[in-house]
C-alpha cells in the first residue's frame, strides 16, 4: 500500500460529500407509472425441500445448513440450464440464502451470503458459455453509482482494508470492475426501468435493448450485485414481478446474481425486503442481507435530514475517509458499511465457487 496523504484524502471526502448530496437528487422517490417491455419470464428454480431449519452462526455471520435427505437432482428448467446437478448424497449443502420460518426472520439472516452447489453449478454454466470469470457488474439506482459505490477498490492508495486485508485478493480478482460505471445503474431507476429499452444509454446499447441486456452484452460479468433501492409506494407486488425477471435473465445468461436486501423501511413492515429474502430463497441465490449490517449504526447508517432540511431516513450517511477501514470512526456510516459488506460478499461468492475456504 503507498503511503496516503490523509488531508487530501479528507479533502477528496468532502468533494465525494458534496457530490452525493447532488446526486441523491436524481435518486426520485416517485414511481414511473412508464408500461416497459419485459422479457418473457422464466420458470421458477426447483429447490429443495429437506433443508434444515437449524443453523448455525459462525463469527463471521455465515450460517450454514445441511440437507438431511437430498434429493437425486437439483436443477434449473431445461430452458435455463442445460444439464441437471447431481449432488452426492452424502455431501453437505450450504443453501446460499438460509430459510426462514416466519416472514420476518429475514432480520436475523446473516449479512454475508454462502454459496450452494445450485449457484456453483450456474457460475460453471456461465464460464462456459463465455462470461468472464474475473469481472462483476452492479445493477442499481443512485446508492449504486460508482462515484461512491466501490469505486475505491480500483484505485491504490485511497483504501486501507485494516483487519480486512484478506479481501484484496478479491480486489485484484475483479479489478476494473469496481470503478466502472455499470449501463444498468442510474439515479431513479427502479427494477421495471432495468428491463425497459427506453431507459437504455442510446450511445453504448443496440436500439432493442434495455439495460441489462446492454450491460451484461458491453462487460460480460459472472456474477451481478442487484441492489434496487426505489420503492413502490406500498405495491411490493410490482417490484417482485420485474425482480423476479431480473433475476431470471441473469440466470439463462449463466450469471449468478448476489441481492441486497434496502436499508431503510420506508415500505412498511419490511415488504421489499421481505420480497427480496423469498426471491433468493426461492432461486437459492446469495443475499447480501445489507439491512443487517447497517442496524447497529447510528440512526442506522441512515441520514435523518437532507441538507434541505427534509426528513430522509432512505440515503446513506457518509463519514470523511469512509474507505479507511482501520479507522473505527470513518467506519460508523452507512456507505463505509455498505462498500465493506459488499466487498465482503464478493469475495464469499468468489470463494464459494472456487471452493475455498
Not at 49 to 59: L, W
Not at 118 to 135: C, F, K, V, W
Request: charged share 15%; aromatic share 10%.
Amino acid at each position: 500500500m503507498l503511503p496516503v496523504n490523509r488531508s487530501l484524502l479528507k479533502q477528496l471526502s468532502r468533494i465525494v460529500l458534496l457530490l452525493s448530496i447532488f446526486l441523491v437528487a436524481a435518486c426520485s422517490k416517485a414511481q414511473s407509472n412508464q408500461q416497459v417491455s419485459l422479457p418473457n419470464p422464466i420458470a421458477s428454480l426447483i429447490v429443495p425441500s429437506t433443508v434444515s431449519n437449524t443453523p448455525t452462526k459462525s463469527s463471521a455471520q455465515v450460517i450454514s445448513a445441511t440437507i438431511t435427505s437430498p434429493p437425486n437432482s437439483i436443477l434449473y428448467p431445461s430452458s435455463v440450464v442445460e444439464s441437471t446437478l447431481t449432488p452426492d448424497e452424502t455431501s453437505t449443502f450450504l443453501p446460499s440464502t438460509p430459510p426462514v420460518s416466519s416472514p420476518d426472520d429475514w432480520m436475523s439472516l446473516p449479512v454475508i451470503p454462502t454459496l450452494s452447489q445450485t449457484a456453483r453449478s450456474l457460475y460453471q454454466r456461465g464460464i462456459e458459455m463465455g462470461n468472464d470469470p474475473h469481472a462483476f457488474s452492479k445493477i442499481g439506482d443512485c446508492q449504486s453509482i460508482s462515484t461512491y459505490f466501490l469505486s475505491y477498490f480500483d484505485m491504490q492508495g485511497l483504501y486501507n482494508l485494516g483487519d480486512y486485508k484478506s479481501l484484496q485478493e478479491t480486489i485484484d480478482w475483479f479489478a476494473g470492475s469496481f470503478s466502472r460505471d455499470s449501463l444498468a445503474v442510474k439515479g431513479g431507476f427502479n427494477a421495471a426501468a432495468i428491463l425497459s429499452p427506453l431507459r437504455a444509454d442510446p450511445k453504448q446499447c443496440k436500439p432493442d435493448e434495455n439495460p441489462i441486456e446492454c450491460e451484461f452484452r458491453l462487460h460480460n460479468p459472472s456474477i451481478v450485485i442487484i441492489s434496487l433501492e426505489e420503492w413502490w409506494a406500498g405495491h411490493p407486488e410490482n417490484y417482485e414481478v420485474y425482480l423476479r425477471q431480473i433475476i431470471e435473465y441473469s440466470i439463462e445468461k449463466g450469471v449468478v446474481p448476489i441481492i441486497a436486501t434496502k436499508a431503510d423501511n420506508l415500505e412498511g413492515n419490511y415488504l421489499i425486503n421481505q420480497t427480496i429474502t423469498k426471491l433468493a430463497q426461492e432461486y437459492d441465490i446469495p443475499l447480501w442481507n445489507f439491512w443487517a449490517a447497517v442496524q447497529p449504526l447510528p440512526n442506522h447508517g441512515l441520514i435523518a435530514v437532507n441538507a434541505s432540511g427534509e426528513v430522509d431516513m432512505f440515503h446513506l450517511t457518509h463519514s470523511e475517509g469512509y474507505y479507511f477501514y482501520e479507522d473505527p470512526t470513518a467506519t460508523q456510516s452507512g456507505w463505509s458499511v455498505r462498500n465493506l459488506t459488499a466487498l465482503q460478499a464478493l469475495d464469499a461468492v468468489r470463494r464459494g465457487l472456487s471452493n475455498q475456504p
